[in-house]
């Protein structure tokens, strides 16, 4: 099966949970040719069970799904539309921001960029000098191993992922921001995922599972965890630019991505 047509069979299935109350699942990587279908009441288990006995769902889910996507992909792509639309509004509120000291220095603000239905959000610190030029996230050299990651283990593109961060404006000397730059732009992060409504947010590095997870502990005993939360699971790993400054790290940091595709292949 191709990721793109993964991605849209993804969010094919949560138009149905939002919208139906219908809940699907893909059982696993080797079997994604087996569509269970529940209520959301129902317990997981049980219905995987019921359907192989039965094994009332065993033909191609191609079929299945172009034929549902036929009959309700004008209202999911209005769905999506509307997400792209919020998204861009928190985008202009973000250029024209000066809530905070940063603004003064900065050439361009950094909104979040990717896909607006994402099933993981990636949560770095601060635009650097890269990202600051360009008004896009990621985009430096951490940037180039955070995507090398992103394909290479998880196997997605960045338009499927979204990328985004806890303060928008590029500290001065890629300083850590302050307390009160971290209170002021954090808001504009909540915005974003309450939109995307991801199943996993990842914190690259302390300052974004502090804001996240509202803990203090450091990197090192945060990192390589799956926490919880009403809404999403979040997952704390080292920042990529940390991983650059500290080469010794980079079989951990991949080990994380590796757990970080297993989450998402269980989901
Ligand atoms: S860092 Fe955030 S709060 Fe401060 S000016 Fe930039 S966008 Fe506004």
Do not use: W
Not at 136 to 148: A, D, I, Q, R, Y
Not at 183 to 188: A, G, L, R, T, V
Request: hydrophobic share 35%.
């Amino acid at each position: 099966m191709s990721q793109k047509l993964f991605e849209d069979i993804q969010n094919l299935f949560e138009f149905f949970d939002q919208c139906l109350n219908v809940k699907f699942f893909i059982e696993s990587e080797k079997k994604k040719n087996e569509l269970i279908i529940t209520n959301k009441e129902q317990k997981q288990e049980d219905i995987r069970k019921d359907y192989k006995q039965e094994n009332k769902v065993n033909k191609s889910i191609y079929d299945e799904i172009v034929e549902m996507h036929m009959k309700i992909g004008e209202p999911y792509m209005e769905i999506k539309e509307e997400k792209r639309k919020l998204l861009e509004d928190i985008a202009m509120r973000i250029i024209n921001c000066k809530m905070c000291e940063l603004h003064k220095e900065r050439k361009k603000a950094v909104p979040g960029d990717g896909s607006p239905t994402a099933r993981v959000v990636f949560v770095g610190e601060a635009p650097g000098y890269e990202e600051d030029k360009k008004g896009k996230p990621f985009v430096g050299k951490s940037g180039n191993l955070l995507m090398s990651k992103i394909k290479d283990i998880l196997g997605l593109d960045r338009s499927e992922v979204f990328i985004t961060n806890i303060v928008r404006c590029r500290p001065p000397q890629n300083r850590t921001p302050e307390k009160n730059e971290i209170e002021k732009c954090s808001p504009y992060l909540l915005e974003e995922l309450n939109i995307i409504d991801p199943q996993l947010v990842v914190a690259l590095g302390a300052p974004a599972a502090k804001v996240l997870l509202m803990r203090d502990e450091k990197i090192t005993e945060l990192r390589g965890n799956f926490y919880k939360r009403s809404d999403y699971t979040v997952f704390v790993t080292f920042h990529p630019a940390y991983v650059l400054r500290n080469p010794g790290v980079m079989d951990i940091f991949n080990e994380d991505f590796k757990k970080i595709a297993e989450f998402l292949r269980s989901i």
